[in-house]
């Protein structure tokens, strides 16, 4: 077929350590996947004899999914392939890059690092072109590019981040039993998931699970929902604006949108133990509700890792199913989807790196993970038949569907902002002190890290 496509000789050295061959995952010109994308990219590709080094988050079983794609790349140019996960990854890759001894490629979880190390020169551009190849096949193809777009040491911006593998976070889980059984339809606007709200209650039952207890992290889970509804409620540079401190946190834009996860959550009918319960409930404890007899709640709004809390054997699809967290009909603001994501940057220049660039993309670059678990991409030239259920295929719907994606806006700010004093201060608003108050205090301390 090619030159190296059913050679199976391409060297893997996982996290674990050591080199071993790696099998292909799936046969080559079998199944769904689209096996002339990786014949042509192998037929304009060859490395062989040339080694390419990836340091990511990836551990575990997830280092063994990226294996599995990588080994695809390997066998199609002949390049040796060195993946080494950390769950340090952080740290580890400024140390590298302090050191003189950084990998070809970092995969970097959060893009406030990459573009840190884009300042300092520690990243190479991407090929011309890149930006242009993204705006044309990602949903919401603009949001990529700005989110991987950061200023070089000169301070002239320039595309540094390819996006792999995105994770969504506007999502509300219910029991599709429970929305039958008393005729409710999933909402489509914001204006209709308030006024399921209601209707739960005039019938007798709670609305909402709301948890935001993690430990040292209580108060994260409300970040999420404040983000969800700056992106409802505001342009999508307006919440970049927020994000940057370019507009104060106080801001009556951030202040209507605490009030609006307020809406939800300091309302005593809505939730399930009273507003109270919502900062001392561990947000893992929380989604219990939906599936206790009676059912102590109909509604939780939390990402796509959620489902590792619910109860053993619980069927995704049947037991419990998920719906798109809807944007207000009234904003015109289109279909804004909040998550996080890996992005793919070179630290360590060498033709093989941007070689790895463009079998991204590839859509088979993106099915052969697809196929397994837990991968979603905004890619609209991927083959959504691969996915190996409906629900991973309905989630990968609701991100191209997208007409906005914005990053976790906790996540881009300074720690101590992002995860420090937006946490506490969700937990002090929750506990009943006004929006506006714990605003100022959050641009407070803002002001004194500047």
Not at 17 to 46: K, M, R, T, V
Not at 54 to 80: K, Q
């Amino acid at each position: 077929m090619t030159k190296r496509l059913c050679a199976g000789a391409a060297v893997i050295a996982f996290a674990a350590g050591g080199a071993f061959a790696q099998d292909l995952q799936f046969p080559i010109g079998e199944g769904d996947f689209n096996w002339d994308s990786l014949e042509a990219f192998a037929a304009e590709h060859d490395y062989s004899g040339q080694a390419l080094s990836l340091t990511g988050p990836w551990t575990g079983e997830d280092a063994r999914l990226v294996n599995s794609v990588l080994a695809y790349f390997a066998d199609a140019t002949g390049a040796e392939i060195n993946y080494s996960g950390s769950e340090s990854f952080e740290q580890d890759i400024v140390i590298a890059v302090q050191a003189g001894s950084a990998p070809n490629i970092g995969i970097f979880p959060q893009p406030g690092l990459a573009s840190d190390l884009a300042r300092r020169g520690a990243l190479t551009p991407l090929a011309d072109g890149t930006g242009q190849w993204v705006l044309d096949n990602y949903a919401a193809g603009q949001s990529w590019v700005d989110l991987g777009t950061y200023a070089g040491p000169d301070g002239e911006d320039d595309l540094y981040g390819f996006f792999y593998k995105v994770d969504v976070k506007s999502l509300v889980w219910y029991v599709p039993a429970i929305f039958e059984e008393f005729g409710y339809e999933v909402p489509q606007t914001m204006e209709e998931l308030k006024a399921l709200t209601d209707q739960i209650v005039a019938d007798g039952g709670t609305p909402w699970c709301i948890g935001l207890g993690s430990g040292a992290a209580t108060g994260w889970p409300a970040t999420d929902w404040v983000e969800d509804m700056m992106l409802r409620t505001q342009p999508p540079e307006v919440y970049d604006q927020w994000v940057s401190n370019d507009m104060p946190f106080d801001d009556p834009a951030v202040v209507n949108a605490i009030e609006e996860f307020g809406y939800f959550a300091r309302n005593e009918e809505y939730v399930s133990g009273g507003s109270q319960a919502v900062a001392t409930t561990d947000f893992r404890d929380s989604p219990a509700g939906l599936f206790n007899f009676p059912p102590e709640c109909l509604l939780h709004k939390q990402a796509t890792f959620i489902p590792t809390f619910f109860p053993e054997g619980t069927q995704m699809g049947e037991d419990v199913d998920f719906f798109y967290f809807p944007a207000y009909e009234s904003e015109d603001l289109g279909q804004p989807v909040l998550g996080a994501g890996t992005l793919f940057a070179i630290t360590n220049d060498a033709p093989v790196a941007h070689g790895l660039i463009e079998f991204l993309k590839t859509p088979l670059a993106h099915e052969i993970w697809m196929a397994q678990s837990g991968f979603l991409t905004p890619y609209t030239a991927a083959n959504v038949d691969v996915f190996a259920n409906d629900s991973q295929r309905a989630l990968n719907e609701i991100l191209t569907n997208a007409t906005t994606f914005r990053f976790d806006a906790s996540d881009l700010m300074p720690g101590e902002i992002g995860a420090g004093a937006f946490w506490t201060g969700m937990v002090d608003y929750v506990s009943g002190t006004d929006a506006g108050e714990v605003a100022s205090n959050i641009q407070a301390r803002w002001d004194d890290i500047n």
